[in-house]
Nanobody, 132 residues
């Protein structure tokens, strides 16, 4: 049975930090690109960050660059999202997701590569609330 289990969410004041972790089981973790997504109330789900399976290269959504760091440990089948200098607009349910793909992007045609959005497996999500 495939499982992705997130942990580390909670309530934090603006400017604070949180570390999200996702433990995977039931599939060959090392072969999967691992992504973090989030969905705020009333908004669409968006990709936050990703770490590839091939070379550990990473992707970050523009608003989190310089504040969030994604990493993976294939031996422990874990992906982590370190979040610093959190802002109220980071408040959302955060999801861990996996896709059998070597990189964090797919061909976007004339517009160029796009970040992975269609994933094979999803966690149940964990709430992050950033207060003012």
């Amino acid at each position: 049975e495939v499982q992705l289990v997130e942990s580390g969410g909670g309530l934090v004041q603006a400017g604070g930090s949180l570390r999200l972790s996702c433990i995977a089981s039931g599939f060959t973790f090392a072969n999967y690109a691992m992504g973090w997504f989030r969905q705020a109330p009333g908004k669409d789900r968006e990709v936050v960050s990703c770490v590839s399976s091939s070379d550990g290269s990473t992707y970050y959504e523009e608003s989190v660059k310089g504040r969030f760091t994604v990493s993976r440990d294939d031996a422990k089948k874990t992906v982590t999202l370190q979040m610093k200098n959190l802002k109220p607009e980071d408040t959302a349910v955060y999801y861990c997701a996996a896709r059998l793909w070597p990189s964090c992007t797919v061909s976007g045609g004339p517009e160029g590569p796009r970040p992975l959005y269609v994933m094979d497996y999803w966690g149940k999500g964990i709430l992050v609330t950033v207060s003012t």
